[in-house]
C-alpha cells in the first residue's frame, strides 16, 4: 500500500517537472492548489521564480524507524538539521495528501518562500503543526506568518524556536482571534519588552486570550521584568494550563509576582473599576428581560401610547404574536386572568440572578437552536466576576489564578526567599490550581526546607505521579519527574 501511494505521489511531482500540464497557470494568484504539498510547492516556486525549490522529504513512520533504527535514525536527523530547503513531512495517513506536520529547520525563508507556503498551506485539511526552527523570521516575514496561521483552519500548534526578531513582535500571534493552542519561542533572546507584550496578549483588564492552553519562552532573557509582565497577563486568563519560563534569568524579585498571582491577590483600581462596570452592565441585562416580560404579560391590558415600554413590546410582537391565538388578544383579561400571570412573571424573574453575574438571563425554550447557542457564548464569566472574590480591609481580594496546572521555573536565579512565597501560594489553592512546579536548578539547595515541602505537595496533587518527591529538566527545558531514591 506505501509503495503504491509513493508511486502515484512520484509519478504527479514528474507531471510538473516536465511541464505536462492541460492548462498552466500563467500567475501564483491564479494557481489552484491541488492539496499535494510537493506538488503545489514546485508548481508555485516555478510561477513565482524561486530559484531553490525547496524538497520534500516524508518522516517515516514509528513501524519502520523501529524495524530501521539505525538507518532511520541517521536520515531523521540529516533532516532536521538540513542546511538546504527542505521541508520534512508527517502524514495523518498513508496518503500524501493528509499531511498533519510540517517542519522547517535549518534555512532562511524569506517573503517570497512565506508567500508559496501560505497558499499551499492552508489547501491543506489536516493540517495542524508547524515547526520553524532557525529560519530567519523578521518583524516583517512575522507579519506575514501571522496571516499565513490565520488562513489554515486546523493549525493549531506553532513551534518559532531560534528566531530572534529585533521588534520581539510575537504578541502578534496570540491576539484575542488567534486559534493556535500550542505555542513554542524558545531560544529566540525574548527580553522585558518582549515579555510586556506577551503578558498583555495573554490578558488585560479588556480582553484575554481564550484558545493558548501552552506557552514555552524557556531559553530567553526576560529577567524579573519580565517575569512581572507574565504574571500580569495570568491574573486575568483562565485558559493557558502549561507555561515554561526556564533558564530566563528570573531573580526572587519577578518570582514574587508569578507566586502572588497563583494564590489570593488583591485587585488594582484599575481592575475594580472594570468589575464595577461589568457588575452594572450584569444588573441592566437581568432587568431588560425582566421588563420585556412584563410587557408581554400585561399588555393585553395596556393602553396604547408612546412610552419606550410600548415601543420595546412591538418590537417583540413580531416574533411572538404571530404564534398567538388572535382570539386570545381581543378577550379582555380579567382579575382573575392577570393573577395567574403574575406567578409566571415572578418565576421567570426568579430564574434570572440564579445565574452567574455577567448573563443575559437565562435560556429560553422557545428561542430557535440558532438564538440559543448565541446566548451561551454570551454568557462567559469573566474572572473579574468570579464568585470567590471577598472584601477584606479595604481590599478587593480576588481567589487567584488556579487554572495553570504546570509551571517551569527550572535553572533561573531563585533563592528559598521566593520559595517561601510559592510555598504559602500553593497552600492556599487547595486541591486545585498547580500540579507541577519545577524549580530545579536555581539557587538554593536541593535538600533545604522549603523545597522538600513543596515537592511533597506536588507529588500528592499531581494525579500522574503521586509516588514522587523530585522534579529535573531534560535536555529541551521541559520538566521531568523523577522518583525519590
Known sequence: MRKRTEKSFKEKVDKVDSGIEEEPS?????????????????????LMGVKKIPS???????????????????????????????????????DHDSVKTVKISGWKVDEMMLQVLSKTLQSLSNFQCLHMWRVGLTDCT?????????????????????????????????????????????????????????????????TAN????????????????????????????????????SYNQIGDDGAARLAEVLGPFALTHEEIVERRKLLIKGEQSVIQPSLVSLAE???????????????????TKNTTKKKDNPKKEEKPASGQAAKKEEPKVAK???????????????????????????????????PLLDAGIVHTG??????????????????????EKSLKLFLSSLEGQGEGGLLRLSLSRNRFASDCDTLLKIQEMMSLKDPL??????????????AKTTSAA
Open 297 to 315: 404579560s400585561h399588555e393585553p391590558l395596556s393602553v396604547h401610547s408612546s412610552s419606550s415600554l410600548d415601543r420595546l413590546n412591538k418590537s
Open 56 to 94: 520534500v522529504k516524508l518522516k517515516q513512520s514509528k513501524y519502520v524507524m523501529e524495524h530501521n533504527q539505525s538507518q532511520t535514525s541517521l536520515e531523521s536527523r540529516m533532516t532536521t538539521w538540513s542546511s538546504e530547503p527542505c521541508l520534512e513531512i508527517e502524514l495523518e495517513n498513508e
Open 210 to 245: 481564550k484558545n493558548l492552553l501552552s506557552l514555552n519562552m524557556a531559553f530567553n532573557s526576560i529577567g524579573d521584568g519580565g517575569a512581572y509582565y507574565i504574571a500580569q497577563g495570568l491574573r486575568l486568563n483562565r485558559y493557558l494550563l502549561c507555561l515554561s519560563l
Open 26 to 46: 500563467k500567475t501564483a494568484d491564479d494557481y489552484q492548489c491541488s492539496g499535494t504539498l510537493e506538488l503545489d510547492i514546485t508548481g508555485l516556486c516555478k
Open 465 to 478: 505521579n503521586r509516588n514522587n518527591t523530585g522534579q529535573v529538566e531534560d535536555e529541551n527545558g521541559e
Open 142 to 206: 512575522l507579519a506575514s506568518l501571522k496571516n499565513t496561521v490565520s488562513l489554515c483552519s486546523n493549525l493549531r500548534k506553532l513551534v518559532l524556536d531560534g528566531n530572534p526578531i529585533p521588534e520581539q513582535s510575537y504578541h502578534l500571534l496570540i491576539g484575542e482571534d488567534s486559534m493556535l493552542t500550542d505555542l513554542s519561542l524558545r531560544n529566540s533572546r525574548i527580553g522585558e519588552e518582549g515579555a510586556r507584550l506577551i503578558g498583555s496578549a495573554l490578558s488585560n483588564v479588556h
Open 394 to 415: 479595604g481590599n478587593v481580594i480576588h481567589p487567584g489564578n488556579t487554572c495553570l496546572t504546570s509551571l517551569n521555573l527550572s535553572g533561573n536565579k531563585m533563592t
Open 348 to 382: 421567570k424573574d426568579d430564574k434570572v440572578p440564579r445565574g452567574q453575574a455577567g448573563k443575559i438571563g437565562g435560556k429560553d425554550k422557545n428561542l430557535p437552536v440558532s438564538e440559543q447557542e448565541t446566548v451561551e457564548v454570551v454568557e462567559t464569566v469573566t
